[in-house]
């Protein structure tokens, strides 16, 4: 644990200040009419609005927003990062290894990655590749067999020359909120899929949800402090929501914490709050007077 310690302490010294510095077109005529608003709630669920991009950009311009600041918010999307800050932080997440794959219009060959030889030599299929900057499982393949990488390799390429190659945890998924820094009723995905993927997330009727977890409490304890842990330690502010995987052994691993996760009426954030009888109105009510009473802090 003293390791872990001094690791944050050294990630917590690098410069994450997220790009851009200088910004331009859509990005800055919106910043200007932003002006004249006491508070931007940012509602951008994955992409520019949540990987850093706009916050700086409201940070630059002296504009308050809900959610967390552009350090944490790109720390977040970063997937290879964000894993190293659990290990550091002793939140169990899945073996993984980062690789940057080769630019040009050629088929990435998982066979020219020495590290990724390697792992697959300690680690057994099936795995899981997914872009290291995207969310919503946007660009993810679950690989069954070493014939189905060079495709897996090919689609994460699409959005992005980094990409994460991490064991597949089989199991429940679970996701837990943070609201400041209150875990809420831990949600349940049952997608119909076998991964909660985009259509499942996204197309009535494809996932069910189960508020709160029918969990043992050592176990529910024990997730919600992880995420309130990776909530703390990634400086995040306002509120998040930390997905995990539950494997059949009862051994819980992190996937990632999303800082700006979906926030329609019927999102998992607004449906662990109602379990606790904060509706949805009160809950955007709750956010904005968070982000007001942080108006102005550094």
């Excluded at 539950?246 to 819980?252: A, H, Y």
Aim: glycine share 6%; aromatic share 8%; with cysteine.
């Amino acid at each position: 644990m003293e390791s872990g310690r001094r690791v944050l302490e050294t990630l917590h010294t690098l410069d994450y200040e997220a790009a851009p510095v200088v910004y331009e077109g859509e990005l800055a005529a919106t910043v200007e009419v932003l002006q004249g608003f006491d508070l931007v709630f940012n509602a951008l669920h994955g992409g520019e609005g949540e990987d850093g991009t706009v916050q700086a950009a409201l940070d630059k311009a002296g504009i308050s927003y809900t959610g967390s600041r552009h350090q944490a918010s790109r720390l977040a999307m970063d997937k290879h990062t964000s894993k190293e800050w659990m290990v550091a932080a002793g939140i169990p997440t899945a073996p993984w290894i980062s690789l940057t794959l080769a630019e040009g219009p050629s088929v990435p060959r998982s066979n020219s990655y020495p590290e990724l030889i390697k792992f697959l030599e300690e680690y057994s299929f099936p795995v899981v590749v997914k872009p290291n900057h995207e969310g919503s499982t946007v660009g993810l393949s679950i690989v069954e067999a070493p014939t189905e990488l060079d495709e897996a390799l090919l689609l994460a390429r699409e959005f992005g020359p980094r990409a994460l190659v991490e064991t597949y945890i089989p199991g429940r998924e679970l996701t837990a909120a943070i609201l400041r820094q209150r875990p809420l009723p831990i949600v349940e995905i049952v997608p119909r899929h076998r991964s909660y993927d985009y259509e499942c997330k996204y197309t009535d009727g494809m996932s069910t949800y189960i508020v709160p977890a029918d969990l043992p409490l050592d176990i529910t304890v024990a997730v919600q402090d992880a995420a309130r842990r990776l909530y703390e330690n990634l400086d995040c502010r306002h509120y998040a929501r930390v997905d995990f995987r539950l494997n059949p052994d009862g051994q819980f691993f992190c996937l990632e914490l999303n800082t700006l996760p979906g926030m329609t009426s019927h999102s998992l954030v607004p449906m662990a709050a109602k379990a606790v009888g904060i509706s949805f109105t009160e809950l955007i009510d709750r956010i904005v007077k968070l982000a007001f009473t942080d108006k102005g802090s550094p």
